[in-house]
Nanobody, 125 residues
Framework: VQLQASGGGSVQAGGSLTLSCVASQRTLSNFAVSWFRQAPGKQRELVAAITWNGSTTGCEDSAKGRFTISRDDAKNTVYLQMNSLKPEDTAVYYC???????????????????WGPGTLVTVSS
Protein backbone atom coordinates (compact mmCIF):
# COMPACT_ATOMS: atom_id res chain seq x y z
CA VAL A 1 0.00 0.00 0.00
CA GLN A 2 1.42 3.38 -1.02
CA LEU A 3 0.55 6.83 0.13
CA GLN A 4 -0.18 9.24 -2.69
CA ALA A 5 1.33 12.68 -2.26
CA SER A 6 0.02 15.47 -4.48
CA GLY A 7 -0.26 19.23 -4.69
CA GLY A 8 3.28 20.06 -5.70
CA GLY A 9 4.11 22.56 -8.40
CA SER A 10 6.20 25.54 -9.34
CA VAL A 11 5.82 28.77 -7.40
CA GLN A 12 7.79 31.94 -6.84
CA ALA A 13 9.47 32.69 -3.56
CA GLY A 14 6.94 33.87 -1.03
CA GLY A 15 4.18 31.77 -2.51
CA SER A 16 2.13 28.99 -0.97
CA LEU A 17 1.22 25.39 -1.71
CA THR A 18 -0.83 22.77 0.07
CA LEU A 19 0.28 19.18 -0.24
CA SER A 20 -2.04 16.24 0.34
CA CYS A 21 -1.19 12.71 1.37
CA VAL A 22 -3.92 10.16 0.74
CA ALA A 23 -4.08 6.49 1.66
CA SER A 24 -6.44 4.93 -0.80
CA GLN A 25 -6.38 1.37 0.40
CA ARG A 26 -5.70 1.59 4.09
CA THR A 27 -6.80 3.90 6.83
CA LEU A 28 -4.34 6.36 8.27
CA SER A 29 -6.24 6.45 11.53
CA ASN A 30 -4.17 5.38 14.50
CA PHE A 31 -0.88 6.03 12.69
CA ALA A 32 1.47 8.97 12.93
CA VAL A 33 2.28 10.50 9.57
CA SER A 34 5.24 12.63 8.59
CA TRP A 35 6.30 14.64 5.61
CA PHE A 36 9.87 14.31 4.39
CA ARG A 37 11.63 15.98 1.51
CA GLN A 38 14.63 15.25 -0.63
CA ALA A 39 16.45 17.95 -2.54
CA PRO A 40 18.74 17.08 -5.45
CA GLY A 41 21.98 15.62 -4.18
CA LYS A 42 20.82 15.57 -0.58
CA GLN A 43 19.46 13.00 1.82
CA ARG A 44 15.79 12.74 2.63
CA GLU A 45 14.96 14.84 5.66
CA LEU A 46 12.02 15.19 8.01
CA VAL A 47 9.92 18.31 7.52
CA ALA A 48 6.83 17.90 9.70
CA ALA A 49 5.02 15.24 11.71
CA ILE A 50 1.63 14.68 13.28
CA THR A 51 0.66 12.17 15.92
CA TRP A 52 -1.86 9.42 15.29
CA ASN A 53 -4.67 11.39 16.91
CA GLY A 54 -3.61 14.80 15.64
CA SER A 55 -3.05 16.12 19.16
CA THR A 56 0.55 17.06 18.55
CA THR A 57 2.33 18.41 15.50
CA GLY A 58 5.86 19.52 14.89
CA CYS A 59 8.07 21.01 12.23
CA GLU A 60 11.79 21.04 11.76
CA ASP A 61 13.49 24.39 12.30
CA SER A 62 13.66 25.08 8.58
CA ALA A 63 9.86 24.92 8.34
CA LYS A 64 8.74 26.39 11.66
CA GLY A 65 6.43 29.32 11.36
CA ARG A 66 5.88 28.64 7.67
CA PHE A 67 4.57 25.07 7.34
CA THR A 68 1.56 23.51 9.05
CA ILE A 69 0.70 19.82 9.12
CA SER A 70 -2.84 18.63 9.74
CA ARG A 71 -4.98 15.57 9.23
CA ASP A 72 -8.56 14.68 8.34
CA ASP A 73 -9.11 11.04 9.17
CA ALA A 74 -12.60 11.11 7.69
CA LYS A 75 -10.90 11.77 4.35
CA ASN A 76 -7.91 9.56 5.14
CA THR A 77 -5.71 12.52 4.30
CA VAL A 78 -2.81 14.41 5.84
CA TYR A 79 -2.00 17.91 4.63
CA LEU A 80 1.07 20.11 4.58
CA GLN A 81 0.28 23.79 4.20
CA MET A 82 3.41 25.61 3.06
CA ASN A 83 3.59 29.40 3.17
CA SER A 84 6.39 31.88 2.52
CA LEU A 85 8.16 29.36 0.34
CA LYS A 86 11.86 29.79 -0.29
CA PRO A 87 14.08 28.46 -3.09
CA GLU A 88 15.71 26.14 -0.55
CA ASP A 89 12.34 24.43 -0.10
CA THR A 90 12.71 23.00 -3.59
CA ALA A 91 12.56 19.21 -3.28
CA VAL A 92 10.47 16.13 -3.82
CA TYR A 93 8.11 15.84 -0.87
CA TYR A 94 7.11 12.43 0.45
CA CYS A 95 4.72 11.30 3.13
CA UNK A 96 5.25 8.23 5.24
CA UNK A 97 3.10 6.33 7.72
CA UNK A 98 4.51 5.12 11.00
CA UNK A 99 5.12 1.39 10.94
CA UNK A 100 3.43 0.93 14.30
CA UNK A 101 -0.02 2.16 15.33
CA UNK A 102 -0.19 4.67 18.17
CA UNK A 103 3.57 5.21 18.04
CA UNK A 104 4.99 8.69 18.32
CA UNK A 105 6.46 10.08 15.13
CA UNK A 106 10.22 9.60 14.74
CA UNK A 107 12.86 11.46 12.80
CA UNK A 108 14.33 8.40 11.11
CA UNK A 109 12.61 7.48 7.87
CA UNK A 110 13.20 3.80 8.60
CA UNK A 111 10.38 4.11 11.13
CA UNK A 112 7.94 4.74 8.28
CA UNK A 113 6.47 2.75 5.43
CA UNK A 114 3.98 3.08 2.59
CA TRP A 115 6.17 5.58 0.74
CA GLY A 116 4.78 6.72 -2.57
CA PRO A 117 6.50 8.47 -5.48
CA GLY A 118 6.32 11.93 -3.87
CA THR A 119 5.39 15.28 -5.34
CA LEU A 120 7.84 17.87 -6.69
CA VAL A 121 7.90 21.39 -5.28
CA THR A 122 9.96 23.95 -7.15
CA VAL A 123 10.41 27.44 -5.75
CA SER A 124 12.03 30.07 -7.93
CA SER A 125 13.62 33.26 -6.70
Amino acid sequence: VQLQASGGGSVQAGGSLTLSCVASQRTLSNFAVSWFRQAPGKQRELVAAITWNGSTTGCEDSAKGRFTISRDDAKNTVYLQMNSLKPEDTAVYYCGKSRRPYAAPRKDQIEYDSWGPGTLVTVSS
